[in-house]
């Protein structure tokens, strides 16, 4: 049992010691977003063509609702930390009528020192809420004057992997924060009849790693002797 216990303990290290930091001194010189997967198809109007890159829908007195994603300054780092400030992103919440934004995707590229670049598809989902007042029976409770709405953000997609020094690094996105980082959601709440503002943050992090088929046929076969001899020392 022992044997089998260093063994299994053996491989695992054996993975673990892959997920090393960066191995020498990396920055984050450029970043690159662009609103994709825009649903319903019709009546969202996309620039993607300046920093903030920006979605338009609906119309009403105070103007149409929109989301605006404006990108960090670069260079972030040396050191490159987790959690990174990928940028600011703006919900411009007003009172609309005809075509409401369901979902989208926010493509983001990093461009990291040497021309490395790293990607993740982050998927945004838009609760558009009737425009009651805030003390008829809302789904969010608001602290305006009408119930607010909800955006969530996840990572739906599967990222590409970044191989630095034989080490796999993967974007996740972590959430909006109101409070510069210090707490973070994957769901922002917002006030009708207002810009609200959050910080949109992510973190760079080691690749999962499957053990590789020969690991589990040794771990398998170490447990299978394991079996064997309890089995005969119960005889």
């Not at 009546?43 to 903030?52: A, E, F, K, L």
């Not at 992103?89 to 009172?95: I, K, S």
């Not at 690094?169 to 994957?186: H, K, M, P, Q, R």
């Amino acid at each position: 049992m022992k044997f089998f216990n260093l063994v299994a303990a053996s491989v695992v290290a054996g993975l673990v010691l892959t997920a090393s930091a960066f191995a020498a001194p990396i920055s984050i010189v450029g970043i690159d977003a662009d609103w994709t997967g825009v649903t319903p198809l019709t009546g969202i109007t996309v620039d993607n063509s300046g920093d903030p890159v920006t979605m338009r829908w609906g119309s009403g007195n105070d103007g149409p609702s929109g989301y605006d994603f404006d990108m960090s300054d670069t260079p972030i780092g040396p050191p490159l930390t987790n959690p990174i400030l990928l940028g600011s992103f703006t919900h411009h919440n007003n009172p609309i009528t005809g075509t409401t934004l369901l979902q989208a995707s926010l493509d983001v590229v990093l461009t990291l020192t040497g021309g490395l670049t790293i990607s993740r598809t982050f998927d945004f989902t838009h609760d558009e809420t009737p425009n009651r007042p805030a003390l008829e029976n809302c789904k969010y409770p608001s602290s305006g004057s009408r119930c607010d709405d909800l955006v969530t953000v996840s990572n739906t997609n599967v990222g590409e992997a970044l191989t630095i020094g034989g080490v796999g690094y993967i974007l996740n996105i972590i959430g909006f924060s109101e409070d510069n980082g210090v707490s973070t959601s994957a769901s922002f709440q917002t006030i009708e009849r207002g810009s609200n503002v959050a910080s949109l943050y992510a973190s760079i992090d080691v690749a999962p790693v499957p053990l590789p088929a020969a690991g589990w046929m040794l771990i398998a076969g170490m447990g299978g002797l394991v079996a064997m001899r309890r089995r005969k020392s119960t005889r």
